[in-house]
């Protein structure tokens, strides 16, 4: 095969897919989203009412101060939940919050407002009723009292220690979702692979383009470029979640930067390529059986069901991450890389596994992507024939010439 | 010596049941322009996809540029398929500098080539279009200039001037004698067969996948030749010795020959008639379109097929 020519059309199937507008959006709506969503939360994470609160203390327990300015909170005390209720309803109060009498051994607490609670209002709330719980308490216990503690947990599969909150999630969650975009990202990319493929076809180039080029190399080319872009997406993606991540931890008070799972990470490298090609191969192979770009798209959302099974088996695999169905799915090729990165967050999958599952993923793409270019070889042989199943089997067979055919 | 630019020995194609090609043989020289002849289904097309690859022959011999075709004489063979299709989506430009540099040209010499052959067929203002936008005469000018960019010494046309008006005829014609004059092989394939007669050399007319006339244009119009002279005359022309019948138009005369008298021999006998003034006198050729019913037409008509007729 020649690497120039191989090179040509990967970037020609780069500019064609950059020049659509799919592209675009596919590339940037996950990520507006993120932004959107990081926005959202951000301006929301601290609004706390600025009118006063009601609070009715059926328990008898809390020390409530007329107003604890300290949180942002305006208090105001209610003689009852009538009382409290009719403020509520007049627009004197923003929100009510009732005590019961058994608040002490249940942890129950009412809230009653007219509006959804803005998020950061519990946060406040919490840290009002422990100092309330000891209104007489020194400075440095009513600061204790208040502050949830900061733990730090130690991954004994790497050694690694991790601070509570939002490093100790990071940590547990990225296989997880590493895996879930993985997913993501076969599904809005695997619509693009069969338009590309038959584009010649379509377009009424193929038999000029195929006297410069073998089918192959054509072939090889645009699976190229489909993966260059993919991980051109990836990265954009990854980038805007890393920035909405770095925001975050920024806002938390955070120093320095979270530790990172590295181990994730490269699996999620090591099993997501292969993984891509063989869905990538796949996707030709039905948009070359399709043989027009809408059916190829139409067909390619068949391979979106495949690329989400695991998602959908999630249930199970969660209740039993080292349990035979999960060990299965990690060895499918199929389903490889998002089981295996799902099972990451839960337990530590045996390299024995991992390794298994990158071999027989490697082996099932070359097949995929050898069966779609003798596919496509004969899909260029039936140039200007009727694209029969039939025809196109005995051309994948090699036996062209039986196959009816249009002369001139 | 230079190497023939095409040679096809002995050719069969079958699909299924139909014999699309059967026995076809023929060279083309460099520096000629060859007419590839035949009614539809003829199998012209399937030779073609033969000699560039794009199909297997069942039987034969093909070398293209003095080798099968292969990765080494790609560069060198430029192609305008009878289906007209470029990236519809792409604009005018990005395509013909890709298909530049898939038949080998630097990125630079492809973008030079694009812009000198655009402006050759006055499509230079149209570079930034998309393909899509392009009216048909405008896409078959610029498939054309795909074909053509790399200066192919082989080029390929499958009918080049359908559905081209009078003006874009006459930029493709310029462009096919370019083509030729720098020593590049061109092979037609047309139904026009006036084009055929006034720009090729020779000819190969196949018909029902079979050669049945093959050889130097004016040989085989010289075979066809009815022996009739068209003379314009005034005068009173009575009855003309050695002459079988006439037909007369206005003051045109069309005089079939009998069998031993020579237009020369009528026309001293025209010149030295009392009465008789000669304004014009010419031999009627038979025109390539007579020749091309004659042969298929009879073909048709069920009669048996004979060897080609070279």
């Avoid at chain 2, 080798?67 to 013909?96: C, H, I, Q, S």
Wanted: with cysteine; proline share 5%; glycine share 10%.
């Amino acid at each position: 095969m020649n690497g120039r020519t191989i090179r040509l059309v990967a970037l020609q199937t780069i500019r064609q897919q950059v020049q659509s507008r799919l592209f675009w959006i596919m590339t940037l709506v996950l990520p507006a989203i993120i932004v959107v969503v990081s926005v959202i939360a951000a301006l929301t994470e601290t609004r706390v009412p600025q009118g006063p609160l009601g609070v009715v203390d059926r328990s008898g327990q809390l020390t409530i101060p007329i107003s604890d300015q300290e949180d942002g909170l305006p208090l105001v005390a209610q003689p009852d939940e009538a009382e409290g209720q009719r403020a509520l309803a007049s627009g004197e109060l923003q929100g009510l919050l009732v005590v019961p009498e058994d608040y002490l051994a249940s942890g129950h607490l009412q809230y009653h407002a007219v509006r959804q609670p803005a998020s950061g209002l519990e946060w406040a709330l919490n840290r009002f009723l422990r100092r309330a719980l000891a209104p007489d308490a020194p400075p440095w216990l009513a600061d204790r009292l208040s502050s949830d503690p900061a733990w730090s947990y130690e991954d004994l599969a790497s050694g690694r220690v991790l601070s509570s909150g939002l490093e100790a999630v990071l940590w547990g969650l990225l296989p997880m979702a590493l895996g879930m975009m993985f997913m993501l990202m076969l599904s809005t990319t695997l619509s693009s692979v069969g338009p590309a493929i038959v584009a010649e076809r379509e377009d009424r180039s193929l038999e000029m383009v195929l006297t410069s080029l073998r089918p192959s190399e054509l072939l090889a080319g645009k699976l190229l470029g489909l993966t260059a872009l993919t991980l051109l997406q990836l990265a954009v993606w990854l980038l805007v979640g890393l920035g909405a991540l770095a925001l975050g931890w920024w806002r938390g008070g955070q120093g320095g930067l979270p530790a990172l799972r590295w181990s994730a990470l490269l699996w999620a490298a090591l099993l997501g390529g292969p993984g891509y090609l063989l869905y990538a191969a796949l996707a030709a192979c039905l948009a070359i059986l399709a043989g027009g770009r809408e059916q190829a798209r139409q067909l390619s959302g068949l391979l979106v069901f495949l690329v989400m099974a695991p998602m959908f088996l999630t249930g199970f695999v969660f209740m039993a991450p080292d349990g035979a169905l999960a060990k299965a799915l990690t060895l499918v090729p199929f389903t490889a890389p998002s089981m295996a990165l799902l099972r990451m967050m839960m337990t530590e999958v045996p390299l024995w596994q991992l390794l298994v599952a990158l071999a027989l993923l490697w082996v099932s793409a070359a097949l995929c992507i050898w069966l779609a270019a003798r596919l496509f070889r004969a899909l260029s042989l039936l140039y200007g024939q009727r694209l029969s199943p039939r025809a196109l089997w005995r051309a994948f067979l090699g036996r062209t010439s039986s196959g009816a055919g249009r002369m001139g | 010596m230079q190497a023939l630019a095409l040679e096809v020995e002995d050719l069969f194609k079958s699909f299924g049941d139909v014999q699309a090609v059967r026995g076809v043989s023929f060279v083309v020289g460099h520096g000629e322009i060859f007419g590839l002849l035949g009614s539809n289904g003829a199998g012209k097309t399937t030779t073609i996809r033969m000699v560039l690859d794009l199909i297997q022959p069942d039987s034969g011999r093909i070398a293209v540029l003095g080798a099968p075709f292969g990765e080494a004489t790609k560069a060198r063979v430029g192609y305008l398929p009878e289906e007209r299709g470029l990236y519809r989506d792409m604009k005018l430009w990005d395509v013909l500098v890709y298909l530049g540099q898939l038949k080998g040209l630097s990125a630079a010499l492809a973008r030079q080539r694009t812009e000198h052959y655009l402006r050759m067929v006055e499509l230079w203002e149209a570079r930034n279009l998309k393909v899509e936008a392009l009216s048909r005469g405008m896409g078959q000018k610029a498939q054309f200039v795909a074909a053509a960019q790399h200066e192919p010494d082989l080029v390929i046309i499958d009918e080049p001037f359908s559905g081209l008006d009078p003006v874009n005829t006459a930029v493709i014609r310029s462009l096919i004698y370019s083509m030729r004059d720098r020593g590049a092989a061109v092979i037609m394939s047309t139904h026009q067969m006036h084009q055929v007669e006034e720009m090729c050399q020779r000819i190969l007319l196949i018909d029902r996948g079979r050669p049945v006339l093959y050889g130097d244009l004016d040989e085989i119009r010289e075979r066809f030749s009815s022996n009739a002279v068209e003379v314009a005359l005034s005068g009173a022309l009575g009855e003309v010795p050695g002459v079988l019948r006439s037909e007369q138009r206005e003051d045109v005369y069309r005089l079939y020959l009998a069998e031993g008298t020579t237009p020369e021999a009528l026309l001293r006998y025209l010149v030295s008639a009392p009465g008789v003034e000669v304004h014009r006198f010419e031999r009627v050729r038979t025109s390539l379109d007579e020749i091309f019913v004659q042969t298929v037409g009879h073909r048709a008509e069920g009669t048996s097929e004979g060897e080609v007729a070279a």
